[in-house]
T-cell receptor, first 112, second 118 residues
Framework: AQSVTQPDIHITVSEGASLELRCNYS??????LFWYVQSPGQGLQLLLK??????LVQGIKGFEAEFKRSQSSFNLRKPSVHWSDAAEYFC??????????FGAGTQVVVTP | GAGVSQSPSNKVTEKGKDVELRCDPI?????LYWYRQSLGQGLEFLIY????????KSGLPSDRFSAERTGGSVSTLTIQRTQQEDSAVYLC????????????????FGPGTRLTVL
């Protein structure tokens, strides 16, 4: 069965510092992977997705993620965090219907 | 509007009552998904519609939960005899087409309905 693990429940980062959020997946076939962001009181917004091809994927808001099959990982990165990046981030894997299975989420707090 | 809309935004009900939650997907989107977000269980898939059919209902937690979609558009999620463990935010998403293997699978999420069962 497919599963997604986000090992970090909570991360605190200083504004301007780099950010990396970890995601590990378990999936029988080639995974289709997503990162979503949920800001307080807002709906889920897609940051980026990986279907195939280049393993380094660029997304919106300056985020990127790297797919590493050997490590079953799809970590999200941003070189310099802004206060507006404070939110909860979800990694997800999709099945053939498009059904998303989400990780537990990582809450990101940005300090001045 | 351009996005997915859900109503009501908040619903407070008493244990044992039935509730209906509505989702209006983006016009032209054939695929529609319901998810539930709760403190204990995180984000969980409930049901998937392609058109008016539901090929995947595997996430519905019990037979108290049902959903329908009419005209390939609006969907209603019904919870009968609500229990306190049903308290959660119910999210609806739509996409241009179903299937995770196409570039059209971006799911656009609505703001959710917060259900509180007293």
């Amino acid at each position: 069965a497919q599963s997604v693990t986000q090992p970090d429940i909570h991360i605190t980062v200083s504004e301007g510092a780099s950010l990396e959020l970890r995601c590990n997946y378990s999936y029988g076939a080639t995974p289709y992977l997503f990162w979503y962001v949920q800001s307080p009181g807002q709906g889920l917004q897609l940051l980026l997705k990986y279907f195939s091809g280049d393993t380094l994927v660029q997304g919106i808001k300056g985020f990127e993620a790297e797919f590493k099959r050997s490590q079953s990982s799809f970590n999200l990165r941003k070189p310099s965090v802004h206060w507006s990046d404070a939110a909860e981030y979800f990694c997800a894997v999709s099945d053939s219907w498009g059904k998303l299975q989400f990780g537990a989420g990582t809450q990101v707090v940005v300090t001045p | 509007g351009a996005g997915v809309s859900q109503s009501p935004s908040n619903k407070v009900t008493e244990k044992g009552k039935d509730v209906e939650l509505r989702c209006d997907p983006i016009s032209g989107h054939t695929a529609l998904y319901w998810y539930r977000q709760s403190l204990g269980q995180g984000l969980e898939f409930l049901i998937y519609f392609q058109g008016n059919s539901a090929p995947d209902k595997s996430g519905l937690p019990s037979d108290r939960f049902s959903a329908e979609r009419t005209g390939g558009s609006v969907s209603t999620l019904t919870i009968q005899r609500t229990q306190q463990e049903d308290s959660a935010v119910y999210l609806c998403a739509s996409s241009l087409a179903g299937g995770g293997r196409t570039t059209y699978n971006e799911q656009f999420f609505g703001p959710g309905t917060r259900l509180t069962v007293l």
